[in-house]
């Protein structure tokens, strides 16, 4: 296990169909019914293909997709593997070379984690190369008198600090990936012409070209990831869950339960609760946009399913379900994901979110399950083969392998590849058609519990072109990418 540190500490939080709540090994739930349509199967020796010694093994480390070769002629399980596969890799036990320290791919030597903002607004890349490292974890930004160093990192739409059920915040990461590093270098200073993310094999041989140094799966294309996490010693049984060791800050509530006050910080073991995937793929610059989480995290809000028999079932709530680490049992639909406390923006400090009168756990819910209206039949063939591919995976997985605790909940890119909110010309308020596909209100309940609904689209609501032609579409100040701009370029 590696021990992480952060910085900028003190300015940093953070059953109809066969399907419910059972327990399996380490206390892991599932959320998965067990009859889904084969809607986006895949075979052992399709998946033994995805391990690198050719062979399913337990913790087995993984290929990165071939997001440079990705298919133009494609459906959407292609999208859904390429995800499942990127995670499955990310997750893999890796050690550093600099120490043979333990680490995983997403936190290893072809990764970096990415830096608060500093007094100037601009972020660095931090190189994982010690077991001392900058792992950037931190609490959800709360309002506009956040410092600018908290804020961006937050949940979607501003929303407060996660609390879990048995009392541990919600910490985050960010981390890119050395393909990431190395076109934002080349690009920014002019070494490198795209302008938007790299996509085929001759921007990745640019990419290459300018690099100082070999890079780690490179196939991969660039990647950007959030991490979330919450205290491993809160969990019953944590042996579930991909863990690291951080320093984070410290709180002390106070006997009315009105305020936590920081003070200091100190060492945790923490666990993986969720993961953004982002990644750019062959004909996609606008990246795909997914994300996974630890199946005990929340139930899912009613939503309907192809099952094995062509036909659309639909899978109520459960407000009874149990064991979970965010949802309270017995919590009406009305009641969930309410946010009780924020940061105080000028002491750093948790405070009270009127109305409430108390700090407390959220009890969350996934209101739209799989990333799709859980009120309509029409996604039912897609969350037939999210859940279809997950079941598989799940199931071809190694007894024991950690992975098999997580989930794909959903992904989500443009039928044509065009970034939402991009203006037919300079200056038109007519956009280009981008359709979004696969999952369109895809959300995490650990980093966007406070931006679900009806009334919220998935990830392309935040992250478009903001009505910018190319560069600025992507590249631009919370375009597309939301930390590419403030980002400095290597330096070495």
């Not at 995805?50 to 997001?67: E, L, Y």
């Not at 696969?438 to 392309?460: I, V």
Request: proline letters at 6%; glycine letters at 8%; hydrophobic letters at 35%.
């Amino acid at each position: 296990m590696r021990k992480h540190i952060l910085g900028q500490v003190i300015l940093s939080v953070l059953v109809t169909s066969g399907i419910s709540a059972t327990a399996h090994a380490a206390d892991t739930l599932t959320i998965l019914p067990s009859d889904a349509a084969p809607n986006c199967p895949i075979t052992k020796s399709e998946f033994e293909k995805w391990f690198m010694n050719g062979t399913i093994v337990k913790d087995g480390a993984v290929w990165p997709a071939n997001s440079v070769n990705f298919p133009l002629d494609n459906t959407n399980c292609d999208f859904f593997k390429w995800s499942s596969q990127m995670f499955l890799w990310l997750t893999s036990p890796q050690k550093l070379q600099t120490n043979n320290a333990a680490s995983y791919v997403f936190d290893g030597d072809g990764f970096y984690d990415i830096s608060p903002e500093d007094a100037s607004g601009s972020r660095q890349f931090i190189k994982n190369t010690t077991a001392i490292d900058n792992f950037l974890v931190r609490v959800n930004k709360t309002d506009d008198d956040l410092p600018e160093t908290i804020g961006e990192t937050g949940q979607a739409g501003g929303g407060g600090i996660l609390i879990s059920q048995t009392g541990s915040l919600v910490y985050y990461g960010i981390h890119t990936n050395d393909v990431y590093a190395q076109f934002l270098t080349g690009q920014k200073t002019g070494k490198i012409a795209q302008d938007q993310f790299p996509t085929d094999p001759t921007d990745l041989e640019e990419i290459l070209s300018f690099s100082p140094t070999p890079l780690k799966d490179s196939m991969a294309l660039t990647i950007e990831l959030k991490t979330s996490w919450i205290d491993a010693s809160t969990l019953i049984d944590a042996s579930g869950y991909v863990q690291v060791d951080a320093v984070v800050p410290k709180y002390t509530p106070n006997s009315a339960k009105t305020q936590w006050t920081l003070s200091g910080t100190e060492q945790k073991t923490l666990a993986l609760t969720g993961m953004h995937v982002v990644g750019s793929v062959q004909g996609h610059p606008e990246m795909v946009w997914a994300t996974f989480e630890h199946q005990n995290n929340t139930p899912n809000d009613t939503y309907y399913y192809e099952n094995n028999k062509q036909k659309i079932t639909a899978i109520p709530f459960d407000p009874t379900a149990s064991g979970f680490t965010f949802y309270k049992p017995n919590t009406p639909t009305g009641q969930t994901n309410i946010e009780t406390a924020h940061v105080d923006g000028k002491t750093g400090n948790i405070v009270l979110t009127s109305p409430a009168t108390t700090i407390e756990p959220t009890s969350a819910l996934r209101l739209n399950p799989w990333g799709n209206d859980g009120n309509s039949t029409s996604p039912a063939s897609v969350n037939s083969q999210i859940i279809s591919l997950n079941s598989d995976i799940l199931n071809l997985l190694a007894a024991g392998d950690i992975r098999a605790n997580y989930v794909q909940i959903g992904a989500v890119w443009t039928q044509n590849g065009v970034l939402p909110n991009t203006p037919v010309t300079k200056g038109s308020k007519k956009y280009k058609d981008a359709p979004e596909i696969g999952s369109p209100r895809l959300a995490n309940t650990t980093m966007e519990t406070y931006f679900q609904g009806s009334g919220n689209g998935s990830c392309f609501l935040c992250h478009n072109a903001g009505g910018n032609l190319p560069p600025d579409a992507s590249f631009g100040e919370d375009e597309l990418s939301h930390i590419y701009f403030n980002i400095d370029p290597l330096t070495e």
